[in-house]
Each structure stands twice: as structure tokens, then as C-alpha cells.
């Protein structure tokens, strides 16, 4: 956070160079801490919200509350709450910025193709990322990026459709200004997301491991991730500001086979169930 909020301020004070305008890079600055204040706090109501989830009451899904119950018991995490997407495309995700304000929400697609151990085995999954702190780093992640890509959009149109009121053609430099404000408002989100991607590759492999030390049955998650791997259609409500939250990429198996691995937000489910049961 400390990272991007430095980041955020340099780019302000750049545009606000650029425009000679000093108030830009005050606007900066105080939406900067507001931001940082607003992911931290309502990040996971965001992420709710964008993913179209509505809280699962435990008589109309007793067993996987009861699921989530025992597992939170034998990781000596406190009970999140947990939360249902209608749809039929098998996944899930957890948010929330600690343990005590934790949420697991899994889509109704997922509970209709895997079994008691393969559930068992995502929600152990999505527990390890509670236990080891990923949810607050991943959520903030969304609105954080989210700000840096926009910001940078508005300086991009700001830079063709208009010039808020500046005069360039009396700069001697504006030309390269221009050249450096167009390569940083492409290299701000670009590395922004890339940053995104990492982080969440390496929690991916992590949570897979922790989640399989819960459950002392490996299978059970390997053949959960086997199952939702080989279901190919996109998840109908999707946002790609969440995308790296869920299990596994909700925009389908078959859009991740034509992209490169390396701009996935997922390892592959053959290298997670191969380090899973070899």
C-alpha cells in the first residue's frame, strides 16, 4: 500500500508538472490517502459486489456452512462469513482485510459438480489464504490497480481530446513532456498489473499447499481443481479487477489455452495438481 500510494503521489506530481497546475498534485495526495483508507476498509464489499454474491444462510446450505465450520475449527480460524454466486461456473474466492472480517464465497456450480472431499479441498484453499494473509494484499490489490489504471486512462485523453487549460505550444518541452506522460500513463497500470498477476500466481501455489495440510487429503483439491479446470465456460458475471481472486480464471479453461501463461492470472491446473500429488 505504502508502495503504491508513493507510486500514485509521483504520478500526480508529474501531471501536475506537466499542466502547471500545483492543486493537481494536492488532488493526488488527498485522494491517494482516501483511496488507501476506502481499500482497506470496503475492499471486500466491492469485491462482493462486483462478483454478484449474495451471503448463504445456513438452512439453505447446511452443508457447505457446516463445511466451512469444521475446516475454520481445525485451522483455529475464526468462522467467516460465506457467500453464494449464482452461477454455474464452478469457483471460488475469499476476501476480506483479516481473519475476523473474512469471507468465503464459492458459486452454486461448484457445489453441484464436486463432492464432499473435493469441496472440502477448495475451501481448505480458500481458508489457507485467510491463514496466510492473502486476503487483504489481493483485495486492496483490486481497487488499488484499479485507481492507477484510471488515473493513467484520464491523463492518455486528457493528452488528445484536451489540455485543461494549458497552452503547450508555448512550451519548449512539451513535446518530450508529452512523450514522458504518454510512456508513464502506459508503464503505470501495465506494471501495476503485472504486479497483480505475481502476486497472485505465487498465493495460488501457496494456498494449494496450505489447503492440502487441512485437509490431510491432497485428492481431494488436485481432483476439485481437475473438474473445474475442465469446465471451458466463462463465469456470466465477471469482472477482470477480481479475476486473481478466484480459484480458478473466471473467464473459462478455454480462454486460458490461448493466451501465454506468463499473463494468466492462474498457474495451470497441471502444474497445481502435479505439485499437489505428483
Known sequence: MSVFFVAVILFGWFISIYYGNPNILYFFVVFSILMNFFSYWFSDKIVLKLAGAKEAKRGEYFDLYTSVENLS???????PKVYVITDQAPNAFAT??????????????LLVILDKP???GVLAHELS??????????????TLVGFVTIMADIFRRNLFFGNMGRSRGNDKGGGWMMLIGIILSILAPLSAILIQLAI???????????GALLTRY???LANALRKISQYSKPMTQQSSAIAHLYISDPKGSSFGKKISGFFATHPPAEERIKALIG
Open 73 to 79: 475449527i481445525t485451522a483455529g480460524l475464526p468462522m
Open 96 to 109: 476480506g482485510r483479516d481473519k475476523n472480517h473474512a469471507v468465503v464465497c464459492v458459486t452454486a456450480g
Open 200 to 210: 497472485s500466481r505465487k498465493r495460488e501455489f501457496l494456498a494449494d499447499a496450505s
Open 129 to 142: 489464504h485467510v491463514g496466510n494473509r492473502d486476503m487483504l494484499l489481493s483485495t486492496v490489490i483490486v
Open 118 to 120: 473435493e469441496l472440502e
Open 218 to 220: 491432497p485428492e481431494g
